[in-house]
């Protein structure tokens, strides 16, 4: 079954110079599982690809139900040198809630997880 | 019942609400108000502002919240902990100092100015000992901006902030001390926790994590079911209730909008993050995975289980340099077409720019309404009523930008038709003041207390 992760996740993005950093939340907690099993770091690289001119790191935060991304080279320099309209990385949030993951469907329905329309 | 200490919120960078730091002290009962003023280049901008008059190079904000808060702080009922000091604390004791003074409230106020973070007169000093300053993004050493540099500090840690409160400060003023420091010091000092108590320092500064960026833990840029986020015009900056064993709980007053859950501060804990497992400070290695977070009542989240790790034997130095100039303009193109007349103003522009022999190091354009944020994630749109054409420069060569901003509105009357929104006229050349994140040996650096009084 699709899935969008704007349907089960929420998020949060920030900078740090050249770096957007996007932490992934599931909505909940017993969805974790899923997020962190198909919103893989090569996953969000192909996503992001060409929007970014480096390498993407996952971290993991069972913790939290969250993930965290790192998008080197997403913010054309970063802070005052950047050129783009988010130019401190604010909605690479957003961006990366478009992408929409393929769970099984008994996964899915056991989980009661949202399709996508 | 174990003692509680109330670290409130009130800015979360130099030009957040000014109503904030009075509602979070007339709002009902904290301990401590935190404000939090200085962003990573806020440091070059007040060293552009000392450089024009010895007297300035704080955050002068600072001066009408004091102004809104004097009563019950010079009465002793809430101490201040601000970063406003910014390149020159001890300016911005004096204007407080005097802030006092004119308000004719009882003598006394003790302000606690914290220095020793500004390296900027030591710089050549500590290049020449063979402190290379090399960039942490691309390792290249300081030398080659040596002759730019504006401003260079070093973030400094709780230590100097628990010792103004030591000295009975009533008003605590640093530059550029960490932003979780202003909320872990006074914990540190009321509790008396040992400056090798890794766990219950870590356990402040990630209390200080998630108050350092004001409301936007207690229901602003909250994405989780925004809409139902309640009367965030009244929206109630984020409080710190914190026991001696490290746990807290965050909150904030009764009767305020907004609103405090586990997944309004989930999202402020995962802001800006990098390997969440080392969170360095100059006080301690927090873990973030080790965060356990629970709903506590109405807008409140317990937050406890934080472990922590010795820190490194170095600091990070804040660098500020010139890197050149740039500019932005915009222009609006409407239905119908909006997207190919916007596509060709962008190709006629650029073909100028080539024919003037205009170089750059980089030419950015975007669509604003269609690509900007999102690029070719947001898809192909259907015929949009408009379109932002936005186009900005960047290089060394001044001029060149200037001759940049004189390309734009030309293409009103010789470019593509529809095309509106240059009432703003044209666009203005920027001095580009870049940062330079370094590191540094921390015995190098040593910091002092003065207290006015």
């Known amino acids: 079954m699709k899935v969008r992760l704007v349907d089960i996740a929420h998020a949060r993005s ?36 060409g929007m970014i001119s480096g390498d993407v790191v996952r971290f993991e935060l069972p913790n939290l139900f969250a993930l965290n991304f790192l998008l080197h080279g997403a913010l054309d320099g970063g802070g005052t040198l950047s050129l783009k309209t988010d130019a401190q990385g604010k909605v690479f949030s957003t961006a990366l809630l478009r992408m929409t993951i393929d769970v099984p469907d008994d996964d899915a329905r056991r989980l009661a997880l949202p399709a996508a329309p | ?37 200085l962003a990573e280049v806020t440091m070059s901008i007040l060293q552009k502002q000392k450089e024009r008059d010895p007297a300035m190079g704080y955050a002068r904000d600072f001066v009408g919240a004091m102004e809104s808060v004097l009563g019950p702080v010079s009465a002793g009922k809430v101490r201040v902990i601000a970063n406003a000091g910014g390149v020159n604390p001890p300016a ?123 409301a936007q833990c207690s229901g602003g840029n909250c994405l989780y079911d925004w809409q139902s986020i309640p009367d965030l015009a009244n929206v109630g900056y984020p409080i710190v209730e914190a026991a001696e064993d490290g746990s807290f709980a965050i909150t904030k007053h009764a009767g305020t909008g907004g609103r405090v859950s586990v997944r309004t501060v989930t999202e402020q804990l995962v802001y800006e993050m990098g390997d969440p497992h080392s969170y360095i400070t100059p006080d301690v290695i927090a873990d973030f995975t080790s965060i356990r977070l629970a709903e506590d009542g109405p807008d409140r989240v317990r937050v406890f289980g934080i472990t922590g790790a010795p820190p490194t034997d170095k600091l990070k130095v804040s660098i500020a340099y ?58 192909q749109m259907a015929d949009v009523p408009e379109v932002q054409f936005r186009i900005g420069v960047r290089g060394e060569d001044r001029a060149a930008v200037e ?14 038709p529809s095309v509106t929104g240059f009432a703003g006229g044209r666009p203005k050349v920027e001095e580009i003041v870049a940062y330079w994140p370094a590191l540094i040996d921390k015995r190098v650096v040593t910091t002092a207390v003065e207290i006015v009084a």
């Not at chain 2, 050149?324 to 409407?334: C, D, E, I, N, R």
Request: aromatic letters at 8%; glycine letters at 10%.
């Open chain 1, 14 to 49: 920030g900078d740090k110079g050249d770096t957007a950093n996007v932490g992934l939340i599931a909505v909940e907690p017993r969805w974790y599982p899923i997020i962190d099993r198909y919103v893989t770091r090569s996953r969000v690289a192909d996503h992001f690809a």
């Open chain 2, 1 to 37: 019942m174990s003692r509680i200490v109330r670290v409130g919120a009130g800015q979360g960078f130099w030009g957040d609400w000014l109503e904030a730091p009075r509602r979070q002290v007339e709002g009902g009962p904290i301990d401590y108000l935190m404000l939090d003023y």
């Open chain 2, 92 to 214: 911005c004791a004096q204007a407080i100092k005097a802030l006092a003074g004119r308000s004719g409230s009882r003598a006394g106020l003790r302000i606690g100015v914290v220095t020793g973070d500004d390296l900027l007169p030591r710089i050549d000093a500590l290049v020449d000992a063979g402190h290379a300053l090399a960039n942490m993004d691309t390792g290249d050493p300081l030398e080659t901006v040596r002759d730019r540099v504006l401003s260079a500090n070093a973030y400094i840690g709780s230590e100097p902030i628990v010792d103004a409160l030591r000295q009975g400060a009533q008003v605590v003023i640093t530059g550029r001390s960490t932003d979780t420091a202003l909320t872990m010091a006074p914990l540190r000092f009321e509790f008396g926790w040992a400056a090798d108590d890794w766990n219950r320092l870590a356990a402040g500064i990630i209390a200080g994590h998630i108050i350092e960026c004001g």
């Open chain 2, 322 to 379: 010139r890197a050149g100039f740039k500019a932005v303009g915009t222009l609006v193109y409407s239905w119908p077409d909006a997207v190919e007349k916007a596509e060709l103003a962008d190709r006629i522009l650029r073909e100028r720019l080539d024919r003037l022999d205009l170089r750059f190091d980089k030419i950015h354009t975007e669509f604003v309404g269609v690509s900007a944020t999102h690029g070719r994630l947001a898809g």
């Open chain 2, 403 to 416: 001759r940049f901003t004189r390309e734009i509105a030309p293409l009103v009357l010789n470019g593509p």
